[in-house]
Each structure stands twice: as structure tokens, then as C-alpha cells.
């Protein structure tokens, strides 16, 4: 069975760290993109970062640029969002998808499976 299952969520206090896991079983993600997304209450989920594990190439959002860096263990089968410096904004679910093609993309309607959400909550 294909699944994704996100991690690492919590409270935080503003100028703290947070790091989230994506724990892929049923598929291996060498070949696939991995991306972040978030959405916090009455807000669109919106595409924070994403990774193609195979080479590398990795992109975010300009808001999260220079505070989250995202990376994969492909012996681990996982994908993590580290994220520092974190503002009352980023306050938010996260959840963590595949994309089958191996393309990173804003849209999250072209991600192939999805793991369950982690709140992540940030206080000023």
C-alpha cells in the first residue's frame, strides 16, 4: 500500500525551529518530486517547497526562501522541511505529496498521493 505520513508538527515560539518529516512506504521516492504544502484557516493551500530526490533540484516559496531547506534520505525512503526562523505566518498544516512524474509544481492538484496533515503553530 502506497502512503505518505507526515510528521513533526508542534507548537513553537516565534524565531524557533521545527523539523518535518515525510515517511514514504509502498514506493521508493528516487524518482519521484516531493513537495510541502500548507494551509492555514480560511486560507488556499499554497506549495511551499518540493524536491526531486533523484537529482536534487529543489525549489520554495519566496516567503520561506533562506528559513526552510528541504532535503531527502533516500536510505530512509523520507523527506524533510527543516524550517528555522519561524514566523506567527507560517503558522499552518503541512502536508507532504508525491508527484509520480518527477516534476516539482505549484499545483497541487498534479501530486499523485498525499499524507495527513501536521499542524504547525507559531507564537509571537
Known amino acids: 500500500e502506497v502512503q505518505l505520513q507526515a510528521s513533526g508538527g508542534g507548537l513553537v515560539q516565534a524565531g524557533g525551529s521545527l523539523r518535518l518529516s515525510c515517511a514514504a512506504s509502498?514506493?521508493?521516492?528516487?524518482?519521484?518530486?516531493v513537495g510541502w504544502f500548507r494551509q492555514a484557516p480560511g486560507k488556499e493551500r499554497e506549495a511551499v517547497s518540493c524536491i526531486h530526490s533523484g537529482n536534487d533540484a529543489r525549489y520554495y516559496l519566496n516567503s520561506v526562501k533562506g528559513r526552510f531547506t528541504i532535503s531527502s534520505d533516500n536510505a530512509k525512503n523520507t523527506v524533510y522541511l527543516q524550517m528555522n526562523s519561524l514566523k506567527p505566518e507560517d503558522t499552518a498544516v503541512y502536508y507532504c505529496?508525491?508527484?509520480?512524474?518527477?516534476?516539482?509544481?505549484?499545483?497541487?492538484?498534479?501530486?499523485?498521493?498525499w499524507g495527513q496533515g501536521t499542524q504547525v503553530t507559531v507564537s509571537s
Open positions: 505529496a508525491s508527484e509520480n512524474r518527477g516534476i516539482c509544481t505549484n499545483f497541487d492538484l498534479e501530486y499523485d498521493y
Open positions: 509502498g514506493f521508493t521516492l528516487d524518482n519521484y518530486a
